[in-house]
């Protein structure tokens, strides 16, 4: 089953995507991630995104939508698209890519967290600059002071995690990419988990969605 998982930013859904890869052999297609690593690699694609997620604003949908479609080519595995769609356009597109690429997307499952929430887990939030491992200075702290448990690289705070820039993140997302719900709910797609849980309890709602 493919799967698209949305919701604000700090609602888990990397989180659950990494248990998802790990319990279910799924592959993730993160587009946040994906750019992270076309800036860390000083590429074209990265050059074009930086500005714009420094800001904490949406990358132009034309950029994000060749992005997801050279990766989509080819892919065997079912996956988990983590971060994408975020506008109607995009949605739209990806209609048009699935079904020239005779690929189906089974369910857009929206992992809801109340604003108040998401603001202390974006801004407590820490990752290992290496491997890419999540913290959060209250939730889930380091054993050593920005140290990664797993490789001992250094944990910083994503820039778009400070304070200025969660908010307009957060605007972000109400304006572009709530309206999605209404999007999947159109086409029977629409499904709903309550992310304010331990990410076991919201990995097992949609486990239960994949069955
Ligand atoms: P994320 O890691 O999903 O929170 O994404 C980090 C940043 O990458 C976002 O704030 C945007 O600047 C950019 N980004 C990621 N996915 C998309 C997308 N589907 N459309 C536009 N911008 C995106």
Do not use: W
């Not at 949908?61 to 989509?72: H, K, N, P």
């Not at 690929?103 to 974006?122: N, Q, S, Y």
């Not at 999540?134 to 380091?142: D, E, N």
């Amino acid at each position: 089953m493919n799967i698209i998982l949305f919701g604000a930013p700090g609602a888990g859904k990397g989180t659950q995507s990494s248990l998802l890869i790990e319990r279910k052999n799924m592959f993730q297609i993160s587009t946040g991630d994906l750019f992270r690593s076309a800036i860390k690699n000083k590429t074209e694609l990265g050059k074009k995104a930086q500005d714009y997620m420094v800001r904490g604003e949406l990358v132009p949908d034309s950029i994000v939508i060749g992005m997801v479609e050279e990766v989509l080519q080819g892919q065997k595995k079912d996956f988990i698209l983590d971060g994408f769609p975020r506008t109607v356009a995009q949605a739209e597109a990806l209609d048009t890519l699935t079904s020239k690429m005779n690929i189906k997307i089974d369910k857009a499952i929206f992992v809801h967290v109340p604003k108040t929430e998401l603001l202390g887990r974006l801004s407590g939030r820490r990752v290992c600059k290496n491997c890419g491992a999540v913290y959060h200075l209250k939730a889930k702290p380091t054993r050593k002071p920005d140290v990664c448990d797993a490789c001992g690289g250094e944990v910083v705070q994503r820039p778009d995690d400070h304070e200025s820039v969660i908010e307009t993140r957060l605007k972000a997302y109400e304006d572009y990419t709530s309206p999605l719900k209404e999007y999947y709910k159109k086409l029977g797609k629409y499904f709903e988990v309550d992310g304010n849980q331990a990410s076991e309890s919201v990995y097992g709602k949609i486990e239960a969605l994949l069955n």
